[in-house]
């Protein structure tokens, strides 16, 4: 049966960034930096740094204390750290961040709290902490 057969090749979910979906669920807290590819979206409580995806969500009821980095960032929960979207970042109606953002591109709809700085480039996130920082309500 070609189930059991030792040459039949497991597609790795990690060749393709997009394929990998990493969830920490409403009620779950988890302490120590957090780094993988994809998509990562946070609806529990993280305590340390989230880096390396594609995409990351904190949802209405997610927490993350420490720094966020991503391709894109769509927070809609609370983040007490730096937030940087290397393309882009959006601040839904319910959230709340505590510290600096760094992007290319931003979304803030109505009712979104930055207490922080907002820097702002058309280049790659790496390149943005060199520019000069608008101050927004301190």
Same mark, same amino acid.
């Given at each position: 049966?070609?189930?059991? #057969?030792?040459?039949t090749? !497991? ?23 957090? /780094? ?5 979206k ?5 305590e ?9 969500i904190v949802?209405?009821d997610?927490?993350?204390?420490? #720094? !966020?980095?991503?391709?894109? =960032?769509?927070?809609?929960?609370s983040v *007490?750290?730096?937030?940087? $979207? #290397?393309?882009? =970042? ?8 505590? $510290? ?7 979304? !803030?709809? /109505? ?8 820097r702002?480039?058309?280049?790659? $996130?790496? *390149? ?11």
């Open positions: 049966m070609a189930i059991f #057969n030792k040459d090749k !497991v597609p790795d979910p990690r060749a393709s960034g997009d394929a990998v979906l990493s969830i920490i669920a409403a009620g779950m807290h988890f302490v120590g930096d957090l /780094e993988g590819p994809g998509l990562i946070i609806d529990g409580r993280i340390g740094s989230i880096s390396g995806a594609r995409q990351i949802g209405r997610g927490s993350v204390r420490g #720094n !966020v980095h991503a391709t894109e =960032v769509i927070l809609a929960g *007490d750290g730096t937030v940087i $979207g #290397n393309e882009r =970042v959006e601040l839904q109606g319910t959230a709340t961040l505590n $510290g600096d953002l760094h992007t290319r591109l931003i979304v !803030v709809n /109505e009712g979104a709290r930055i207490n922080g700085t907002v702002m480039s058309e280049a790659s $996130g790496a *390149d943005v902490a060199d520019r000069p920082a608008v101050q927004v309500m301190r």
